[in-house]
């Protein structure tokens, strides 16, 4: 399964839901749901926003966990 | 220029619509007045041939003028979605499944009508509340029309859904 670690870069960066929303311009209901891992996909436009604005990669904010 | 074409072609297609509701719902006045009229002074009207056959196909004139009504209203609001943009979204599902019923309503009413007046042998008192051959291989024509057409809104909401849930 994807794992989404949105939520430990942002507190990393120090960045809250409210300013990353606005920066990647997605309401901050949105990235609740992608924080949290109950979104069905991402946009690679939306991937590509927030690692330019958390100056990440993007397997920083998704990882593999193989299923047990 | 295509798209301006199209909302020219919504829009006119609308301002009839429009103008059906319009004329649907004098009709509906008309009929109850008439029924009404015939009702209080039978002798003036029908010359006081006031009879069953006549009091029922006054009602079922009301009750198709009122599902006609009921249909414009819902392709109202369906082609006024579709020139706001609103392709797949729930309202235009359900406008549907509204004209549907009431085409699948009025079919049936008005076979009844039909069937029961040639049994009685009596001529319409209105033409609208019965039923030609055209008419009805039109109307199952229609439905299936509708059905079909529907089916698409239906499965266009459920990809928009998809869509909509990638962030």
């Given at each position: 399964m994807i794992k989404v670690t949105l939520g430990l870069v942002m507190g990393q960066r120090g960045i809250t839901s409210k300013e990353l929303a606005k920066r990647i311009g997605i309401t901050p209901a949105n990235l609740s749901i992608l924080k949290t891992g109950k979104a069905r996909g991402i946009r690679f436009a939306t991937l590509e926003k927030i690692c330019q604005v958390l100056d990440c990669r993007p397997g920083d904010i998704l990882q593999y966990v193989k299923d047990e | 220029m295509r798209e301006k074409l199209i909302k020219f072609v919504l829009g006119l297609a609308q301002v009839a619509i429009d103008l059906g509701i319009v004329a649907t719902f004098f009709t509906a006045f008309a009929t109850v007045i008439a029924g009404i009229c015939c009702l209080v002074s039978p002798r003036t009207f029908l010359g006081g041939h006031l009879t069953i056959n006549l009091v029922i196909q006054g009602l079922v004139a009301v009750i198709v003028a009122a599902l006609a009504f009921a249909g414009l209203l819902a392709t109202h609001r369906l082609l006024d979605n579709l020139n706001r943009g609103h392709y797949f979204i729930a309202a235009n599902c359900q406008a549907l499944q509204q004209l549907l019923w009431l085409e699948i309503a009025g079919l049936i009413i008005s076979g009844i009508t039909t069937i029961w007046l040639r049994?009685?042998?009596?001529?319409?008192?209105?033409?609208?509340?019965?039923?030609?051959?055209?008419?009805?291989?039109?109307?199952?024509g229609f439905i299936v029309f509708l059905l079909i057409i529907y089916l698409i809104f239906k499965r266009g909401i459920a990809l928009q859904q998809d869509a909509d849930n990638i962030i």
């Amino acid at each position: 399964m994807i794992k989404v670690t949105l939520g430990l870069v942002m507190g990393q960066r120090g960045i809250t839901s409210k300013e990353l929303a606005k920066r990647i311009g997605i309401t901050p209901a949105n990235l609740s749901i992608l924080k949290t891992g109950k979104a069905r996909g991402i946009r690679f436009a939306t991937l590509e926003k927030i690692c330019q604005v958390l100056d990440c990669r993007p397997g920083d904010i998704l990882q593999y966990v193989k299923d047990e | 220029m295509r798209e301006k074409l199209i909302k020219f072609v919504l829009g006119l297609a609308q301002v009839a619509i429009d103008l059906g509701i319009v004329a649907t719902f004098f009709t509906a006045f008309a009929t109850v007045i008439a029924g009404i009229c015939c009702l209080v002074s039978p002798r003036t009207f029908l010359g006081g041939h006031l009879t069953i056959n006549l009091v029922i196909q006054g009602l079922v004139a009301v009750i198709v003028a009122a599902l006609a009504f009921a249909g414009l209203l819902a392709t109202h609001r369906l082609l006024d979605n579709l020139n706001r943009g609103h392709y797949f979204i729930a309202a235009n599902c359900q406008a549907l499944q509204q004209l549907l019923w009431l085409e699948i309503a009025g079919l049936i009413i008005s076979g009844i009508t039909t069937i029961w007046l040639r049994l009685v042998q009596v001529k319409p008192f209105v033409s609208f509340i019965v039923m030609t051959e055209d008419n009805f291989s039109d109307g199952i024509g229609f439905i299936v029309f509708l059905l079909i057409i529907y089916l698409i809104f239906k499965r266009g909401i459920a990809l928009q859904q998809d869509a909509d849930n990638i962030i």
